[in-house]
């Protein structure tokens, strides 16, 4: 805990971590990037490249873009600006093309400051970009993919990515790549991830993952939500098979659900955020019940909830939530998760224990030489000693302060806002319930 004066609520600390992150902007002949990590007392995770969603430009943008709506200052929507001309002039250079890493991330953000600012040079540049991401599809097997991985972190994203661009950008051919692409992923065997060996060095060879960044529940919600789009029961039912490997693996105790990062050998090690633990899972399940109104997959949603609260977070670490505050997969995404959940079922307790989290990132956040707010954490568990704090929307302050400003929206049911949520969270965009609506209040 830190000794100088807190925050008084979120949006206060959101509007101090963007002061740290503005200390941060590197501005040139083709716009505005942000370092990684302007402190020279921490250093940065090194997540990703300086353009993406997960940890550079494309990520901070959207930070600076519901800033700009939290507060109607237009300085931030200026410093959001600033990076997606970044993004416009440089998104050629990236050969990657995934959704958290690469083109697609690019994609994503532009098409959104198009849409906030009502610049085309925005929504003319991501359109080109993701031309040339439909161009780049190639035959594979009896289909057509990117790079052959159908998680999140590969084509799953991708799909996704279009998804989205098709409808904010209004280009159906987009939706029509991404319904041919997963077509493709639809017919593999699922659960078929293999995430071990060369793909993840610290994994064994013939480990399995359930989670979601990189696993079995991803894909499935990707399946979900083609089976949305298009109404093809072959869409329902890969995504079926996934959602049952999830349950049986599962660590099941009265209302409460774990999932194991990894199987055989990690079964009982469980992760709580967003990139391999219980709050990845359950935007599987959320997005099978929003398609479907199963009210059994919203139980399981309810179940990774329980799970997560009775871990003893946010006071009590775990091997599965360790000294980490981020939206991958500390606090963050915790409290992404809670926001939503609240949001798509009214019930205050998942708004209460939102709070105890926003609180406790609060608490947590640092602002020793008076530059703004930043979170130093444990990014990696398996190197604990390594403590770093990063600008960026999955590893650092920008998506930290994004989650602070999602909380700020659901305790404003009489001032609705549309949140930006990246493509794979199938929580309401508007924070307010159904039964808030309905009787008048907001």
Known sequence: MSSWPRAESPITAAILAARWVRSAAVDDEVGRHWLANPDPRGRSA?????????????????????????????????????????????????????????????????????????????????????????????????????????????????????????????????????????????????????????SCPDLPEDAVTPGFLSGTAGTAFLLARLYGVTGGERFLTAARRGADFVRTVSEVTGDCALVPHHVPQGRRLHYLGFCSGSAGVARMFYELHRVTGDRGDLDWVERMAHGIVGGGVPDRHTPGYWNVACQCCGTAGLLEFFIGLWAATGREQYLNFARSLAGNLIDRATDHDDTGFRWYQAYRRLRPGEVTADTGYMVGAAGIASALLHLDAAGRPGEPRRLILLPDNPFPAIPIPAAVLRDGSA
């Open 46 to 198: 090194k997540a990703g490249h300086p353009s993406s969603l997960y940890s550079g430009a494309a990520g901070i943008v959207l930070f600076f873009l519901e800033l700009a709506a939290a507060t109607g200052h237009q300085a931030y929507l200026d410093d959001a600006r600033a990076g997606a001309r970044h993004l416009a002039r440089t998104w050629r250079d990236q050969a990657d093309l995934t959704l958290y890493h690469g083109l697609t991330g690019a994609v994503f953000a532009m098409a959104e400051t198009g849409w906030a600012t009502g610049d085309e040079e925005f929504s003319d540049a991501a359109r080109a970009a993701a031309d040339q991401i439909v161009r780049s599809v190639r035959p594979m097997g009896d289909g057509i993919g990117w790079t052959g991985d159908p998680a999140q972190r590969g084509d799953g994203g991708i799909v996704l990515g279009l998804l989205h661009a098709a409808g904010i950008l209004g280009m159906p051919v987009y939706e029509e790549v991404a319904v041919e692409a997963g077509e493709r992923i639809a017919t593999l065997a699922v659960p078929g991830h293999r995430f071990g060996g060369d």
